[in-house]
């Protein structure tokens, strides 16, 4: 007797209809204490994983912990909401705030894509409790950052362990797109990748100014 693993097959991928996001306090006082990345490149993975959510169209919340004292939420990040405001806990498990499992339940969505600060804390925690109340989570790694590159690392391996998938923005923004014949997000595809992905988005400059631009999107 075979039983069904969720992690593999064309079900186990994410689609802009069968998951959301979660945010999960980009704020100084927690981007400060980041160690194991470049603080810089952990949040322009940030704000590039927002914008593909809000590009594909996926539900996605935005969540400070006592921003009072840590904080406003990261103001680029901020600014791909506009008009939303995060949910502002005293829990520093996420997943321990009604509102926060509230908003998951009304989305209709088993998946559940997180990033936070810190990934040992803040990620972990509501990553394992979710997990348990049988939510498929998906832990975006360079999306998210540790005190020490031990912690990231240790954090990574016990949430995999745990039973979720970790992967890194580009993955979450190919796999929505997954095939170039979906022309209508091309556009947007293209201008994340010029503004967010470093090298890639250098060669895509590159290939559009050999072409003479003819098939770069709007705004490039």
Not at 6 to 30: E, R, S, W, Y
Request: hydrophobic letters at 45%.
């Amino acid at each position: 007797m075979t039983t069904k693993n969720d992690k593999v097959g064309l079900d186990a991928l994410l689609t802009p209809d069968n998951c959301a996001l979660m945010l999960i306090d980009h704020q100084p006082f927690q981007i400060s204490g980041v160690q194991n990345v470049d603080p810089l490149i952990m949040l322009n993975n940030t704000v590039f994983l927002a914008k593909t959510a809000k590009a594909f169209g996926v539900p996605t919340l935005l969540t400070t912990v006592i921003e009072e004292r840590g904080g406003y939420l990261y103001k680029p990040l901020q600014d791909v909401f506009p008009e939303q405001k995060p949910i502002n806990r005293t829990t520093i498990n996420t997943w321990e705030d009604q509102r926060c499992v509230e908003w998951a339940k009304k989305t209709g969505r088993k998946k559940l894509v997180m990033a936070g600060l810190f990934t040992e804390i803040c990620l972990a925690f509501p990553v394992i409790h979710a997990l348990g109340d049988g939510y498929e989570v998906y832990a975006v790694t360079d999306a998210s950052g540790g005190i020490s590159k031990e912690a990231h690392e240790v954090a990574i391996h016990r949430m995999v362990q745990a039973g979720a998938v970790p992967l890194t923005t580009a993955v979450f923004l190919a796999e929505l797109q997954r095939d170039w014949a979906r022309e209508a997000t091309v556009p947007r595809v293209a201008e994340l990748f010029l503004a967010h992905a470093g090298h890639v988005g250098t060669n895509y400059a590159w290939e559009m100014q050999l072409l003479g631009t003819r098939n770069a999107p709007p705004g490039v």
